[in-house]
């Protein structure tokens, strides 16, 4: 009787889960949308404000931090080695 009892609880759990996931999933998704929307819209934003402090006719040059370059040794260790036919 008790293991019945057990399989009984466990469908009916599954199938409110199930039921439950149905009516809340769309509700769900479309906070998730927001909530990235308003990131996305933030980021954007920002990068708008950038570009808008630059008057027309101005030029801006963002200049590329150099690179120290690493000599030939750095690059590894030779290994002689012989063919063997």
Do not use: C, W
């Amino acid at each position: 009787m008790g293991l019945l009892k057990t399989i009984f609880f466990i469908l009916l759990f599954y199938y409110a889960f199930k039921f439950l996931a149905r009516l809340f999933a769309p509700f769900l998704m479309k906070k998730a949308a927001e909530t990235i929307q308003k990131k996305a819209q933030q980021q954007y934003g920002g990068q708008q404000k950038q570009k808008e402090t630059v008057r027309e006719g101005e030029t801006v040059i963002d200049k590329k931090p150099r690179n120290h370059q690493q000599g030939k040794d750095s690059v590894g260790e030779y290994v002689d080695f012989e063919e063997i036919d």
